[in-house]
């Protein structure tokens, strides 16, 4: 059974860092990864997703990195912005099988950056 | 392209009562999901449609249930409202997994 897990939980950050959030994943057979945005009471908008084949996506000023071999991948945001503050949820897509449609979602990143 | 739509946005509904909440998936996209968000639990796959066929079912009770339609429309109905049902219900649409998939806005429901 896929596991996801998200560190840090939540992180404070002045305008202008550069910020790296951590996703790990527990089964090695993902077909792929997503990271979402979610604003709160909102859904979710996809940032970027990463193929199994794949080993970064890059999108502005995102960048995701995933190495199935140490079951993690990580989201780069450069030169931060308050726009920025969100929660950060990554999803393993599992191989077919009985994981049709299957998102295994981790429990979140709460980022807040300051002015 | 217009995106995934989910009506209604907000519903407050009685214990023990039913609901039906719909998802209108991005054109072409056959494949449509549905998860429960809640604070506790996070997100929680629900099930999927794919060409009018429920292809994979988490784990919730059977007072959990959707269909989906010809057009690729799809509902979940809830059966007898308990008051941990409340949460957001959202759904996401793909062409395939591989893909990737693309949410809606949600429903938020709040049983009282």
């Known amino acids: 059974k896929q596991e996801v897990t998200q560190i840090p939980a939540a992180l404070s950050v002045p305008e202008g860092e550069n910020l790296v959030l951590n996703c790990s994943f527990t089964?090695?057979?993902?077909?792929?990864l997503q990271w979402f945005r979610q604003d709160p009471g909102k859904g979710l908008t996809s940032l970027l997703l990463?193929?199994?084949?794949?080993r970064e996506q890059t999108s502005g000023r995102l960048n995701a990195s995933l190495d199935k071999s140490s079951g993690r991948s990580t989201l780069y945001i450069a030169a931060s912005q308050p726009g920025d503050s969100a929660t950060y949820l990554c999803?393993?897509?599992?191989?077919?099988?009985?994981?049709?449609?299957?998102?295994?979602f981790g429990q979140g990143t709460i980022l807040t950056v300051h002015p | 392209k217009a995106g995934v739509t989910q009506t209604p946005r907000y519903l407050i509904k009685t214990r023990g009562q039913q609901v039906t909440l719909s998802c209108s998936p991005i054109?072409?996209?056959?494949?449509v999901s549905w998860y429960q968000q809640t604070p506790g639990q996070g997100l929680q796959f629900l099930f999927e449609?794919?060409?009018?066929?429920?292809?994979n079912k988490g784990n919730f009770p059977g007072r959990f249930s959707g269909r989906q339609f010809s057009n690729s429309r799809s509902e979940m109905n809830v059966s007898t409202l308990e008051l941990g049902d409340s949460a957001l219900y959202l759904c996401?649409?793909?062409?395939?997994?591989?893909?990737?998939?693309?949410f809606g806005s949600g429903t938020r429901l709040t049983v009282v």
């Open positions: 996401a649409s793909s062409l395939a997994g591989v893909y990737g998939y693309t």
């Open positions: 089964d090695s057979a993902i077909y792929n």
């Open positions: 990463i193929q199994s084949s794949q």
């Open positions: 999803a393993g897509g599992d191989a077919g099988g009985t994981s049709y449609g299957k998102l295994t």
């Open positions: 054109s072409g996209h056959r494949s």
């Open positions: 449609y794919f060409s009018e066929t429920q292809r």
